[in-house]
């Protein structure tokens, strides 16, 4: 059964650094882009980041481009995303969602259950 | 950037009815599109990528259909459990790989 489990959601002051974590299971981890998703509370999803799964292509929605950092650990089975500078503006759910295919470019066919970053001082 | 556009906002339509959700791309995406389906404090799910394969697991009565700019999700005879949030997105070379605002589909 594939399971990814996000941690590291919180509260954070305006300004300040979070990183979230993605465990999976149930899946050759190496074998698949992965990506970050978010949902602000009642709104749409929004497309944050993504990695290929040898980290040779990643990619960024302008709107965290030079603020966040995504990253991926397959020794660990683990995707990671390191978010500086927060704003409220980035007050939502972040979902891991695992790529189909192996480029960055695909469909995502599996999410965790999502972690709730909330900015605010 | 590529803006995904769905149509209706809400549909409401009765059980056993045929539900029609419209997506269109702001420039052609060929066939790299997925409809999401989204339930009250779940995770999305994929429904249908490639504009009209199925994901795994999912019923027969939703198809999906178009290529380049414009597509449809069909899901032919509602079920209770099909009442939700849908989402389109594009997967097309080069990122953001946009989600339109969402189809909210309610039990009329």
């Known amino acids: 059964e594939v399971q990814l489990v996000e941690s590291g959601g919180g509260l954070v002051q305006p300004g300040r650094s979070l990183r979230l974590s993605c465990g999976v299971s149930?899946?050759?981890?190496?074998?698949?882009?992965m990506h970050w998703v978010r949902q602000a509370p009642g709104k749409g999803l929004e497309w944050v980041s993504g990695?290929?799964?040898?980290?040779?292509?990643?990619d960024y929605a302008e709107s965290v481009k030079g603020r966040f950092t995504i990253s991926r650990d397959n020794a660990k089975n683990s995707l990671y995303l390191q978010m500086n500078s927060l704003r409220a503006e980035d007050a939502a759910f972040y979902y891991c969602?695992?790529?189909?295919?192996?480029?960055?470019?695909?469909?995502?066919?599996?999410w965790g259950q999502g972690t709730l970053v909330t900015v605010s001082s | 950037d590529i803006v995904m556009t769905q149509s209706p906002a809400t549909l409401s339509v009765s059980p056993g009815e045929r539900a029609t959700l419209s997506c269109r791309a702001s420039q052609s995406v060929t066939s790299n599109l997925a409809w999401y389906q989204q339930k009250p404090g779940q995770a999305p799910r994929l429904l249908i990528y490639?504009?009209?394969t199925r994901a795994t697991g999912i019923p027969a009565r939703f198809s999906g259909s178009g290529s380049g700019r414009v597509f449809t999700l069909t899901i032919s005879s509602l079920q209770s459990e099909d009442f939700a949030v849908y989402y389109c997105?594009?997967?097309?070379?080069?990122?953001?790989?946009?989600f339109g605002q969402g189809t909210k589909l309610e039990i009329k």
């Open positions: 149930g899946f050759t981890f190496d074998d698949y882009a």
């Open positions: 490639g504009s009209s």
């Open positions: 969602a695992k790529g189909a295919f192996e480029t960055v470019a695909s469909p995502f066919d599996y």
């Open positions: 997105q594009h997967y097309n070379n080069w990122p953001p790989y946009t």
């Open positions: 990695l290929s799964w040898n980290s040779g292509s990643i």
